[in-house]
């Protein structure tokens, strides 16, 4: 089955404590990227990647770090967790062909930061 | 840049009522636009696309025509459902050969609530 898994689904943590969200796809797609989604803000990207060891900043990047070094994983990486970082988290998967197409989301990641 | 604006929800109508939600977007070239659907609890999923001028994306009832003269992609639905209850999102993606920057935009989402 083509899907998009992100792990854990839930996390709460403390402050300045350094966190990994995974995200693997099946679907040997080129671009990934992750997403925060907070009330009345909508969806934002943080980081996006065109291929393998690609990697660009979305609108907000700023407190996190992405890596791609194998095409079907990207993950997101916290290294000082700040409650401003509270958010529901979204990777995302899709081909490249003359331009970015239909994109396959993960389930999401809900996170909590005390 | 690219830049995508939804009408601000939330939506709220009746079972069986006639659903508009606009959206207009601003891109070089020639984009393709999406229309994304989140039902509560769940990530987001692909509701319909157009992929050029005149181009009539639909699924499940709902429809949308890509409009270069106006810039639109509004998403419409004859006669809504409760289980139509989710929050919508605008996105368009533009072509490689036109933006040497993120090709990806999503609107803020409009949430449409639908009452038996």
């Known amino acids: 089955e083509a899907q998009v898994t992100q792990n854990p689904r839930y996390l709460i943590t403390v402050t300045g404590k350094k966190l990994t969200v995974t995200c693997s796809q099946n679907?040997?797609?080129?671009?990934m990227s992750w997403y925060r989604q907070d009330p009345g803000l909508g969806l934002r990207q943080i980081y996006y990647?065109?291929?393998?060891?690609?990697?660009d900043k979305g609108d907000v990047p700023e407190g996190y770090k992405v890596s791609r070094k194998e095409k079907r994983n990207f993950p997101l990486i916290l290294e000082s967790p700040s409650p401003n970082q509270t958010s529901l988290y979204f990777c995302?998967?899709?081909?490249?062909?003359?331009?970015?197409?239909?994109?396959?989301f993960g389930p999401g990641t809900r996170l909590t930061v005390t | 840049g690219n830049s995508v604006t939804q009408m601000e929800g939330p939506v709220t109508l009746s079972e069986e009522a006639f659903l508009t939600i606009n959206c207009t977007y601003t891109?070089?070239?020639?984009?393709?636009l999406f229309w994304y659907v989140q039902y509560p609890g769940e990530g987001l999923q692909l509701l319909l696309k157009?992929?050029?001028?005149?181009d009539k994306g639909s699924n499940k009832g709902f429809e949308a025509t890509y409009r270069k003269e106006t810039t639109s992609f509004h998403l419409e639905k004859g006669s809504v459902q409760v289980s139509d209850s989710a929050v919508y999102f605008c996105?368009?993606?533009?072509?490689?050969?036109?933006?040497?920057?993120?090709?990806?935009?999503f609107g803020g989402g409009t949430r449409l609530m639908v009452k038996p």
């Open positions: 995302a998967s899709s081909l490249i062909t003359t331009s970015i197409d239909e994109q396959y």
């Open positions: 679907m040997n797609h080129e671009y």
């Open positions: 990647s065109m291929n393998v060891e690609v990697t």
């Open positions: 891109a070089t070239g020639y984009p393709s």
């Open positions: 157009a992929t050029k001028a005149d």
């Open positions: 996105a368009l993606s533009a072509r490689l050969l036109d933006n040497a920057g993120n090709m990806l935009t």
